[in-house]
């Protein structure tokens, strides 16, 4: 059996203290030696310089780490300069993404889905970049049917994805149906299970219902019953999550990519209790 991967995401800080308190989390996640730092982008590009910024402070520390690139709103001579700071930066992975729209924005650009992207990466950059793209094992919320978003994901692991990252779920069952249908659709590359640690209930509520990401009803259940104790929310968590990270890893998945909302506490605690 080969040693799965780990690797934590950040969001790029928008003041001096995020950008101060992110230094002092990623200090502390990197002593668990993940295998790489991803960075998000925001909504049309929006973080573009924090993205870049974080990215290549984090390369100068010395770890591997793994700019978000959206092509929502860009041109193929945006996307191009973008690419070629990161190769700059000396940045090898990406996590090719189409995107969320910002509100009020239409679609734009000249790239319409991830494969497109991936394709333009690939037709300029060569092997150059490992990347990533995403995987949604209860179906992307803008997706038609199960099986249309299965085919889009299709399209971009043909299109020269590495791997992939599915968004998070608490429904390994769901995880490893996705895999599944992807192995006989064709896909060989790793599928790789975000993760993201339960911390706080009315924010997790909030992201579930933006991203289409189900939280089963006896954990909204629980949740709910334990009102503003945050520590029993935490307990509570930190046992239901590291429990599927268990049944994932047991199950094949080739690793665990962490959602750490640029915090290290959560993340943390469940890995030390998987290693």
Known sequence: MTTPDFSIEFFPPKTAEGTEKLRATRAKLAEL??????????????????????????????????????CVGGTRESIRTILNEFKANDIRRLVALRGDLPSGYGMGGEFRYANELVEFIRAETGDWFHIEVAAYPEMHPQARSPQDDLNSFVRKMNAG???????????????????????????????????????NSTQLQRFSEMCGAEIPRWIRLKLASYGDDTASIKAFGLDVVTAMCERLL????????????????????IWQRLV
């Open 33 to 70: 030696k993940p295998k790489y730092f991803s960075v998000t982008f925001g909504a049309g590009g929006t973080t573009q310089q924090g993205t870049l910024d974080t990215v290549t402070e984090i390369r100068r520390e010395g770890h591997d780490a793994a700019p978000h690139l959206s």
């Open 250 to 269: 047991a199950g094949g998945a080739p690793g665990l990519h962490f959602y750490s909302l640029n915090q290290a506490a959560a993340t943390t605690a």
């Open 161 to 199: 994805a590495n791997a992939a990252i599915t968004q998070y779920f608490y429904n390994a069952d769901a995880y490893f149906r996705f895999t599944e249908e992807a192995r006989k659709a064709g896909v060989t590359a790793p599928i790789v299970a975000g993760i993201m640690p339960i911390t």
